[in-house]
């Protein structure tokens, strides 16, 4: 029996505590992750003949061609940070088709979990279309397929952290807790830019903690341990078998940032980023429109995607992400994840209808007219340029 002093909290009802697998039978299941995948298929098919060169993926490729699996000579581990991602690079053989089609089957995976989790919040057929049709339907996330596999690992690794607390928060699970963390310690061996979400998340753990309905500052300790130490320890022993075997303790860091850290300067980098994601929220109406209603309703719930947002803000300061789509796949994953209403009213599902054929229409208007590189690639590809 529970004491006075300390009584036993009740549970929020939460969509969230029904399944997790969406659609319930597996075969179903396969058949929409393929179906999500198709399009990148395509799209990767269609890469293989044009003029545009992927410059982040053929970086990979290089990394990914230092790998020496079974020498006995192990200094070539100095070079190749993040390990994992130039790990699956050498074992493609750095193919960029190859490449190309491991982004395809990770989206798959991807965006069937943010098709559940919209499935289970009750946000109906139409309002779940038009938010995965942000993603699908526009060019930035098949950029990212076809140019960038490390930061779409990145950005497929912190979707599955953002659910994982979010659940630790709505459904007091613990176990959903340590899959954040171990998410985010996957991340940055795969993202050079990840580290910085695992930091900025944290910060806050005892802001989810909170919400979860513990407290105590052993509670605060243990949930900052659950989600920093996967990916903290796994940057230390990173550290560490480079200074071991290379003497080099930093490792490949030192040519994570493809530009330089802070390109331009300090103060000119922190400014650019700054433009950055402003442009990248004006051009999210969805995102805006769920930000306001939360910050009438419960402001302190925007802590969580504002340190997500600040993650993305120091990986654009430091050099470790290029203006090419990472933002606005990120604002829309965090949409879903910490920012979209439970259980939309069928008006408020129609305003989210709207609100994203806005956002659609200004995505591409932005790719074809800001003449960026997404506009250069869309038109390489396509054979309109």
Do not use: C, K
Not at 99 to 107: C, F, R, S, T
Not at 163 to 181: H, K, L, N, Q, Y
Not at 234 to 256: C, R
Request: avoid cysteine; hydrophobic fraction near 55%.
């Amino acid at each position: 029996m529970a004491s006075p002093a300390s009584p036993a909290l009740p549970r929020t009802p939460s969509r969230r505590s029904a399944a997790d697998d969406w659609p319930r039978h597996p075969a179903a299941r396969w058949g929409v992750r393929a179906a999500f995948a198709l399009p990148f298929v395509a799209v990767a098919l269609l890469s293989r003949d044009s003029p545009w060169q992927p410059a982040a993926n053929s970086a990979l490729a290089a990394r990914g061609d230092l790998v020496r699996w079974g020498d006995t000579d192990p200094s070539w581990m100095a070079d190749v940070f993040p390990p994992l991602s130039a790990a699956l690079s050498s074992l493609v053989g750095g193919s960029a088709l190859a490449l190309n089609l491991v982004a395809a089957v990770v989206l798959g995976f991807t965006l069937q979990r943010l098709a559940a989790v919209l499935v289970r919040e009750g946000f109906g057929a139409w309002a779940t279309g038009a938010v995965l049709g942000i993603l699908v339907l526009t060019p930035p996330l098949y950029y990212l397929a076809a140019n960038d596999l490390e930061s779409l690992l990145g950005v497929a690794l912190l979707v599955l952290a953002l659910d994982g607390i979010a659940s630790f928060v709505e459904r007091r699970s613990t176990e959903a807790g340590f899959r954040a963390g171990l998410a985010l310690g996957v991340a940055v061996m795969v993202d050079p830019g990840a580290w910085l979400y695992a930091l900025t998340l944290g910060a806050v753990a005892p802001f989810f903690t909170r919400r979860a309905g513990r407290s105590g500052s052993g509670a605060n300790t243990a949930t900052v341990a659950v989600l920093l130490f996967p990916a903290v320890a796994a940057l230390l022993f990173w550290l560490y078998i480079s200074w071991w075997f290379a003497d080099d303790p930093l490792g490949g860091m030192a040519h994570a940032a493809a530009g330089g850290w802070f390109p331009g300067g300090v103060g000119a980098s922190a400014a650019d980023a700054g433009r950055l994601v402003a442009l990248a929220l004006l051009s999210a109406p969805l995102v805006l429109i769920g930000s306001t209603v939360r910050a009438v309703r419960d402001p302190w719930t925007l802590i969580a995607p504002g340190i997500a947002l600040a993650g993305l803000y120091l990986s654009l300061w430091l050099g470790l992400r290029e203006a090419a789509g990472q933002t606005y796949v990120v604002l829309t994953a965090m949409y879903v994840l910490l920012i979209a209403p439970r259980a939309p009213s069928r008006r408020r599902q129609v305003l989210i209808v709207v609100a994203a054929a806005v956002q659609l229409a200004i995505g591409w208007a932005v790719v074809l007219t800001s003449g960026g590189v997404l506009g250069e690639w869309v038109r390489a590809v396509t054979g309109l340029g």
